[in-house]
């Protein structure tokens, strides 16, 4: 089991900036670190997505915004977000698939591990 911990969130206007964090209490050899989002009345969403061996994976309403990275020292995953608008409000959740690389499409289904969630507020 592994125990993910995203802190980072908070209220920004537009165009503004936030950095949010997930801390693993591990990882694998292999594996795929991701970020969903999820707004009430929705289906969680996938943001960025990287894995082991570098790969990076966005989703097309944040490239060019966002960019993901990882601490594999410290077992940190970080999720820069610039240039924030308000359709970026959500809960954001860090996940963990420790069984494999992250594949052309990660969905939420491949995720056996979540964090609690960071709520991310951007307003006009």
């Known amino acids: 089991q592994v125990q993910l911990e995203e802190s980072g969130g908070g209220s920004v206007q537009t165009g503004g900036s936030l950095r949010l964090s997930c801390a693993a209490s591990k990882y694998a050899y292999h594996y795929c670190l991701g970020w969903f989002r999820q707004v009430p009345g929705k289906q969680r969403e996938g943001v960025a997505f990287?894995?082991?061996?570098?790969?990076?994976v966005f989703a097309d309403s944040v490239k060019g915004r966002f960019t993901v990275s990882q601490d594999k020292a410290k077992k940190i995953l970080y999720l820069q977000m610039n240039l924030l608008k308000p359709e970026d409000s959500a809960m954001y959740y860090c996940?963990?698939?420790?069984?494999?690389?992250?594949?052309?499409?990660?969905?939420?289904?491949?995720?056996?591990?979540w964090g609690q969630g960071t709520q991310v507020t951007v307003s006009s």
């Open positions: 996940a963990a698939d420790l069984y494999g690389l992250c594949g052309w499409q990660p969905s939420a289904a491949d995720f056996g591990h």
């Open positions: 990287l894995d082991s061996d570098g790969r990076e």
